[in-house]
C-alpha cells in the first residue's frame, strides 16, 4: 500500500514526508539471533527507498521540461538543477546517491546504518548477522579488479546497530534507573552526571554515524572517533554494571557500600575504570571473583545508554522477532529481576513484557510466540500484560503439529502472531484468526487468506479467543449466556461417570465404557484418560454428549491450547440448566454414539522400546459423525443458534477433521 502511495503521489510535500519517515524509522529484533527477521524488515524498506528515489527523479524531470532548455542547469551527475532551488533536496539526494557503487548500494547501506538495530546474548550470531548484513551490501557490487579493493568502498561499521547482551537485564530507560535509586541519596546524587555523559555519548555517536556517510574520509578520524565513543560508552557501562549488580546482592570490588562515582568532565577523555581499583587481599580479591562471574553470566545491556537516541525520543518506532521459548527452570546461566511476567514461568514471556518498555508510544510491535500464552493458567500475568499495554490487538493462530501440515519445518510449537499498537484501554480492539491450518500444498498462500474478526469478550481466555468470523463470535456469546458450568455438577465421587481422552487431534472422545488397553505395566491410559464423577447417570450422559460434540470441539479449539485437554476446559463450558428437558433429547443419542464408536473400533498392537508390547482398542469417531450432527442439533435448540450457527457448528473445520476431499467443495 505505502509502495503504491508512493509511486502515484503527486505532489512533493508528500513524497517528502514518506521518505523523511522511511528513514528515519527504527526496527529492532531484541533477540535477533543471526538476523533473518532484520533480512525481512530489509527486503520490505528497499522497495519503498527505491520508490522514493524514482519518484523524486521523475519530478525533478517533470518541472525540468517546463523549463527553456538554455535556463537549465544539471550536476556533474546529470540532474537538473531547477530556478529558485525549487526541489533542490530533491537534486542534493539523487547527487549523493550517484557517489555510490550503485542506488541499489545506496539504499541497503541506508536501511542497515538508519533502520536495522539487533541484540542478542549470543556474541557468535550477532557477528553472524553482521557479516550476512555485509555480504547483503557487498553483493551489490560489480567487481573492478583494477581498482584499489576491487572497487568496493569501505562497508559500514554497524558494531553500534547490531550489539552483543542480554536483552533482560540491564536499565533499559531512564525511568527504570531512577526507580532502582528510591531511597538511595547518593546514587540519586550522579543520576544527572549519567544522563549528562549519556547526552555526550549519543552527540559522538551520531557524528560517527554521519562519517561513514561521508565520501572521502580518513580513515584515521573515523577509528579515532570510534575509539572515543567506545570509551564514553564503556565508561557508563560499567557506572551502571556496578548499581545493577547490588541488586542481584553482588558488589563492585572497586565500589564500596555509599561511595559516590565519578565521572569525567565535559568533553575531556574518557576511561574506563579498572576493575581492580580499590582491591585488596583475600575479600577484595573474592569481590572481584564474584563481580566477574556475574558480569560473564548475566551479559548486562542497558539500552537507556547503548540505544540513547532513540529512547530518549520515546523508544523504537518498530519491534519485531522470536524470542526463545524457555523455561526458567532450564536457565542457569543467569536470573531476570523485576518482571511482572516473570511468575509465567518462560523466557518469552519476559520478552514481551522487555518490549513494552522499548516501544515508542506510536509504535507498532509483532513477534511469534507460542498459542499456549493465551489459554493457560500460568500465563495470567502475561495475558494481562498485553491487555492491559496494546489498545490494537491483532492475534493470528497457527497449528504447529503434523495434523495436517506445520507452520516451519522441525518445529512442534502451537504458534501465534502478535501485533500490537499501544493505547488506551477504552478504546481497545482485538481481533483475532481462527485456528488456522492447512495441507502442504496450502502453505504458500496461508497469510494471503487470512481473516479477523473483532473480539467482543472481556473476560478470561476469551479475550484472546480464536475467530476469524461473525458467527464464531455469535455462538461464544450465546454459550456464555448460559450462567451455570458443567464444574457445577462435577463431582470427586459419584454414581454415574463418562471418561475422557485428554489428547485429542480432530475429535473429543468421551465414553460411559472403559476403552480396552493392556501394556506390561498397565490397565489403563493413565496418561490420557481421565474421569469425570456426577450424580446421576443422565447428568452423566448429558455431559458425555456434549464433550463428543462439535460445539465442544469448537469451545475447546476457540479459547484452549488446541492440545491437551485440561480440567477447566471442561469445567468452564456453560451448560445452564442440566435438567433443561431439552439436554434430555441427548441421553439416547449417547448411547447410540457408544454403540457406534465400539462398532467401529479395531484392536491395535504396538511395541514401544520403553513400554514393550502394548494391545489398545483404536477409536474413529469420523464415522459416527452424523450421530455427532444429532448431538449438534439439540444443543442448537438448547442454546438458541440460529440455522446458520448450527451449520457453522457442524461444519466447523471439517476439511481437515474429515480429510481433504470433505473441504473438496467448499474450495471449488
Known sequence: FAQDVIENCEGPELLRAFWHAIEKVTILDPTCGSGAFLFAALNILEPLYEACLERMEAFLEDEAAKVEKGRLKRTPHGYPQLPHGKFEDFTKLLDRVAEHPSARYFIFKNIILNNLYGVDIMEEAVEICKLRLFLKLAAQVEPDLAGPNLGIEPLPDIDFNIRAGNTLVGYASLDELKKSMEGDWVRLQSLSAIEENAEIADRAFQKFHEMQTEQGMEAKDFSDAKLQLRKRLKALEDELNRYLAQEYGVSHPSSPQGKAPSYPLKGKSVSSPSPLEGEGRGEGKAKRLTYEKWLASHKPFHWFIEFYGIMKRGGFDVIIGNPPYVEMSKVNEYKAIGYKTKECGNLYSMCVERCSTLLSSAGSFSMIVPLSGFSTDRMEEYQNHIWE????????????????????????????????????????????????????????????????????????????????????????????????????????????????????????????????????????????????????????????????????????????????????????????????????????????????????????????????????????????????????????????????????????????????????????
Open 389 to 668: 499495554r496494546y489498545g490494537r490487538l491483532y492475534i493470528s493462530y497457527y497449528s504447529g503439529d503434523a495434523h495436517p501440515s506445520v507452520m516451519f519445518n522441525g518445529v512442534k510449537y502451537r504458534l501465534c502472531i502478535i501485533i500490537g499498537r499501544p493505547g488506551p484501554s477504552p478504546s481497545r480492539k482485538v481481533q483475532t484468526t481462527e485456528y488456522l491450518r492447512w495441507y502442504a500444498e496450502e502453505r504458500p498462500n496461508l497469510f494471503s487468506k487470512l481473516t479477523y474478526s473483532e473480539c467482543p469478550f472481556k473476560t478470561g481466555f476469551l479475550r484472546f479467543s480464536k475467530l476469524g468470523n461473525p458467527l464464531a463470535t455469535n455462538v461464544l456469546d450465546k454459550l456464555i449466556c448460559k450462567r451455570s458450568t458443567i464444574g457445577a455438577y462435577l463431582r470427586d465421587s459419584g454414581a454415574a461417570h463418562v471418561n475422557y481422552h485428554r489428547s485429542p487431534v480432530f475429535w473429543i472422545r468421551s465414553m460411559d465404557f472403559e476403552p480396552f488397553f493392556k501394556s506390561a505395566t498397565k490397565q489403563r491410559s493413565t496418561d490420557h484418560l481421565k474421569d469425570l464423577y456426577l450424580e446421576k447417570a443422565s447428568h452423566a450422559k448429558r455431559i458425555g454428549a456434549i464433550l463428543n460434540s462439535s460445539l465442544f470441539y469448537f469451545w475447546f479449539t476457540a479459547q484452549g491450547n488446541c492440545r491437551n485437554i485440561a480440567g477447566p476446559d471442561i469445567e468452564s463450558v456453560p451448560i445452564g440448566d442440566i435438567e433443561s428437558p431439552i439436554l434430555a433429547l441427548v441421553e439416547p443419542v449417547f448411547s447410540k454414539l457408544m454403540k457406534d464408536l465400539r462398532k467401529h473400533s479395531q484392536r491395535r498392537v504396538y511395541h514401544y522400546e520403553s513400554a514393550g508390547k502394548v494391545e489398545y482398542d483404536e477409536f474413529y469417531p469420523d464415522k459416527s459423525k452424523p450421530i455427532i450432527d444429532e448431538i449438534d442439533r439439540v444443543l442448537a435448540k438448547h442454546y438458541g443458534f440460529t440455522d446458520e450457527e448450527l451449520d457453522f457448528i457442524i461444519n466447523y473445520d471439517i476439511k481437515y477433521r474429515m480429510g481433504q476431499e470433505a473441504g473438496a467443495e467448499d474450495d471449488s
